[in-house]
């Protein structure tokens, strides 16, 4: 009995020692449901991360948006040269109520509303229609036809032969 007992105090303080040096904290099951949205969200920022520079490898975009996306959790919108949303970071829905998958194939004009500043949005078209980068602050509305300020940085991506390929904005909620 004793050796038994022995044991268990051994294996307990083997299984606290081994707690202790793990990297990560061991969740009781009242928080689970914390740990699974954090979790789901590092999840989606991963693969966020990995787009990103699979995009700004393939098309050797000069502003950081990995950067912009983990310091500043910006939103990172990728747009083919007629402003068609081809690539838009997960973390949308936050900012603006709209899935990934929702906005894919639509032009940026969805977000715009009866708030809209057009004289604004026209600026921005002149710029992008001139191959520069622009930043503006728009009014925007969200899935639910609430509104929102949305700050805008937009980059021209140009190829090797200096054709325009590809517009990419950086944005935030303001």
């Known amino acids: 009995m004793t050796t038994t007992m022995s044991f268990l105090d051994n294996y307990e303080d083997k299984l606290i020692e081994n707690a202790l040096e793990l990297k990560h904290s061991i969740m009781p099951l009242l928080s689970w449901d914390t740990h699974m949205s954090n979790f789901t969200n590092q999840n989606q920022l991963n693969k966020d991360i990995i787009g990103l520079q ?3 490898k393939k098309l050797k975009i000069d502003v950081d948006v990995v950067d912009e996306l983990v310091k500043n959790n910006a939103v990172i919108v990728v747009t083919d040269t007629n402003l068609v949303i081809e690539y838009v970071t997960s973390n949308m829905v936050d900012m603006s109520g709209y899935l990934s998958e929702e906005v894919l194939g639509k032009s ?6 009866p708030k809209t500043n057009e004289q604004l949005s026209r600026e921005i078209r002149a710029h992008v229609n001139k191959k520069e980068c622009f930043e503006a602050t728009l009014v925007n ?3 639910d036809k609430s509104v929102y ?3 805008i940085k937009g980059y021209p ?16 909620a303001a």
């Not at 940026?108 to 509303?113: A, E, L, N, R, S």
């Open 141 to 143: 509305y969200k899935k």
């Open 108 to 113: 940026p004009k969805m977000f715009q509303g």
């Open 149 to 151: 300020n949305c700050h």
């Open 157 to 172: 991506v140009f190829n090797s032969k200096g054709e325009l390929v590809k517009y990419v904005a950086v944005e935030h």
């Open 54 to 56: 699979k995009l700004t």
